[in-house]
């Protein structure tokens, strides 16, 4: 599926297709019963993780592995590892 909409004009089929596609999940969306609509939304609002937690858990990993040094020449020393997390 193209999302090309300002470059190319979208042809007869493609409007078509995409009007079926919106029809048929405003029809399944009325078939599915709301409470079991509104019980997954909130399933999936309570699972999201703070962004303070993200970021710590990306600290945590970035401090967990070691930086690794690698000399490649006598006054040049390469340095690798995970970036810094401040």
């Given at each position: 599926m193209?999302?090309?909409?300002?470059?190319?004009?979208?042809?007869?089929?493609?409007?078509?297709?995409?009007?079926v596609?919106?029809?048929?999940?405003a029809?399944?969306?009325?078939?599915?019963?709301?409470?079991?609509?509104?019980?997954?939304a909130?399933?999936y609002?309570?699972?999201?993780?703070?962004?303070?937690?993200?970021?710590?858990?990306m600290r945590?990993?970035?401090?967990?592995?070691?930086i690794?040094?690698?000399?490649?020449?006598?006054?040049?020393?390469m340095f690798?590892?995970p970036?810094?997390?401040?």
């Open positions: 193209k999302y090309n909409f300002l470059q190319k004009q979208s042809s007869r089929r493609e409007m078509l297709r995409g009007s596609r919106l029809a048929g999940s029809f399944l969306a009325h078939l599915l019963p709301a409470t079991l609509l509104r019980a997954s909130a399933s609002a309570q699972q999201a993780p703070s962004a303070a937690d993200l970021v710590a858990s945590a990993k970035f401090n967990a592995a070691p690794q040094t690698q000399k490649l020449a006598n006054n040049v020393t690798s590892g970036a810094e997390a401040w």
